[in-house]
């Protein structure tokens, strides 16, 4: 369980636990979710405009619905963690390595 005193050990824990589940997790909550794209073919490319654009649920393929998955399984696990007030602190956070992050 977690405790705000052994935060630093805690971190090393989840971080061992999460990297255990799928080796991809931990950098889904260091670097944020995946978002697979692809080239922005249905508009003429013109300065300032995104060349990529996230491709929608539909045409992911399974690894990519599995991939995009991995930052609610790392929430999951690390709510799992916390008590009932570390818990409301933290609840609102949108992704998995704000969880980390917010230890006030």
Request: glycine share 2%; aromatic share 8%; net charge neutral.
């Amino acid at each position: 369980m977690f405790s705000k005193k052994e935060y630093d050990d805690w971190k090393i824990r989840m971080q061992a636990h999460l990297a255990a589940q799928d080796d991809d997790m931990w950098f889904v909550i260091t670097d944020g979710p995946k978002n697979k794209m692809k080239a922005n073919t249905t508009m003429a490319i013109t300065a300032g405009a995104s060349q990529c654009i996230e491709n929608t649920r539909m045409e992911y393929t399974p690894e990519d619905k599995k991939n995009a998955n991995l930052d609610n399984v790392a929430k999951d696990i690390l709510y799992k963690t916390l008590d009932k007030n570390m818990f409301s602190k933290i609840k609102t956070c949108a992704m998995s390595g704000l969880v980390l992050i917010n230890e006030d």
